[in-house]
């Protein structure tokens, strides 16, 4: 493992443990260079995964883009970062036991889309936005009317259709 300080391709390995969540074994590491202490992370993964963009585009899949993306949705909000945790690997394990290679980046956003929508409505309507490319102030209150299951049918006819 490469030093993160001085970029030493030693590294010894001092101390090895699960996860709390026991996805992965967290290693403390010291380079014999610089003296560097580092925390690194192994986890397990079934297959590699391709994500296939709208544009037809095909990137690796990376579960730190994944991460972050959730915690963007779900910044200064009130979920521990151990039930965000579990909701990554989650999502990571169904993907990876779908059994294809690649998978499709609105498969993605919708498994996304149902964790968020199962630990907190805010970090949903947030991600939704960006997602569903969101354009005017009614689209809003579209996904929040479904979400609060306001909407009955008399009002979807009553609305007229978006341009």
Known sequence: M????????????????????????RRRRVCPDCGGRFTTFERVQLRELTVVKRSGRRIPFDRDKLQRSVEVALRKRPV?????????NGIVR?????????????????LVMDGLKSL????????????????????????IGELTGDETETDAVAKPPRS
Do not use: W
């Open 80 to 88: 521990d970062m151990e039930r965000i945790d579990r909701m990554v």
């Open 120 to 143: 907190d409505d805010v970090a949903y309507v947030r991600f939704a936005s960006v997602y569903k490319n969101f354009r005017e102030a009614r689209d809003f209150e579209d996904l």
């Open 94 to 110: 169904q993907l990876e036991s779908m059994g294809e290679g690649e998978v499709a980046s609105s498969t993605v956003g919708e």
């Open 2 to 25: 490469r030093c993160p300080y001085c970029g030493s391709l030693d590294s010894q390995v001092k101390d090895s443990r699960p996860s709390d969540d026991h996805s992965a074994i």
